[in-house]
Each structure stands twice: as structure tokens, then as C-alpha cells.
């Protein structure tokens, strides 16, 4: 069994609202903060390594670290294989700073898309920008059902009930 699988299945095997399941992920979101709030801090210095060498450098547990690269891949310029990955596969964490505070939103993680360090980062119209537009990506428009006596959209010009109406 891969370290992904492993990781997925001792985080989501496990009742969320349970104490033992609401103590895996305070542990998790802790050392997720802290791992962002140094990423952030110098997000030009490309940080590579193995995925043992990442864990001991911001001191977290293997399967957290395994956690925090399944979270972060959908940010990065580039994805890691994590799929496939083992405790001596190279990773590396070059950041696209929009896709991960877009990401961030998306992910509902108000720890993290309020870090401090974001201002130094992307303006505030920008994260206003990219809040924005997240959350209209999930907002569903119904578009006008056509009555019966409307106009026909098919431009017709007869009443919808006479013209592609009278199908259904």
C-alpha cells in the first residue's frame, strides 16, 4: 500500500466528528499552518527534497507530511507524483501563489487564506478577486424557464406552445 493511501485512510477512515477523527485533523491543521506560514514567508525559494527529508524539515509525522503534498499539489506550477510516491521520492514545492489562495477558499480554510503573510504577496484587490471568483464558480444559475405563452426562443416569433413547445 502506498504512503497516499495510507494517509487517506487513517485521516478519512475515521468518524470526522469523533474525538479521535477531530484530533487527527487539529494535529493536521496545526502543522499544515506552520508549514505555510514558512512557505510564505520566502515563496521564492523553491523548497525540493524527499518526502522523509520535508517531513523532519518542518518537523511533522511522515503521513502528515504525506497529507499536507496531497493538499498542496493541486497548487503547485508542477505536481508531484504523489500517487505513487514513497518516503525517498523527490518532491518539490513550486508554488503558483494565485491557484494556491484560490485553492485555499475553495478548501474553506480561513487559517489559511488569512495568513499575514499573504499581504506581502498578492495585493488585496487580488485576494479580493480571487475570493470572488471561487465562490461564483460554485454558485449555479437556473437559467429563465420559458412559459407557455413567451415568445419561442428559437425566433420563430410564434408563442412557445405553438411552435417547439407543441414537441413536448
Known amino acids: 500500500m502506498g504512503l497516499l493511501q495510507d494517509w487517506r485512510e487513517y485521516a478519512y477512515g475515521i468518524e470526522l466528528e469523533s474525538k479521535a477523527g477531530k484530533a487527527i485533523w487539529d494535529k493536521y491543521f496545526k502543522e499544515e499552518k506552520a508549514v505555510y506560514e514558512q512557505l ?28 499536507f503534498l496531497d493538499g498542496i499539489n493541486d497548487s503547485l506550477k508542477q505536481p508531484n ?41 498578492l495585493t488585496p ?18 437559467e429563465k424557464k ?4 413567451d415568445p419561442c426562443p428559437c425566433g420563430s416569433g410564434k408563442k412557445y406552445k405553438k411552435c417547439c413547445g407543441a414537441n413536448n
Open 40 to 67: 510564505l514567508a520566502d515563496p521564492t525559494n523553491v523548497v525540493k527534497g524527499t518526502v522523509k527529508e520535508l517531513a523532519q524539515k518542518y518537523n511533522m509525522e511522515l503521513k502528515y507530511m504525506v497529507g
Open 125 to 142: 484587490d487580488r485576494r479580493k478577486e480571487l475570493f470572488l471568483q471561487q465562490k461564483k464558480s460554485g454558485t449555479v444559475v437556473k
Open 81 to 121: 507524483p504523489i500517487e505513487d510516491m514513497t518516503e525517498d521520492t523527490e518532491v518539490s514545492l513550486d508554488i503558483d501563489l494565485e491557484k494556491l489562495y484560490y485553492n485555499m477558499v475553495e478548501a474553506k480554510a480561513e487559517w489559511l487564506y488569512e495568513l499575514p503573510q499573504w499581504a506581502d504577496l
Open 146 to 149: 420559458v412559459g407557455r405563452n
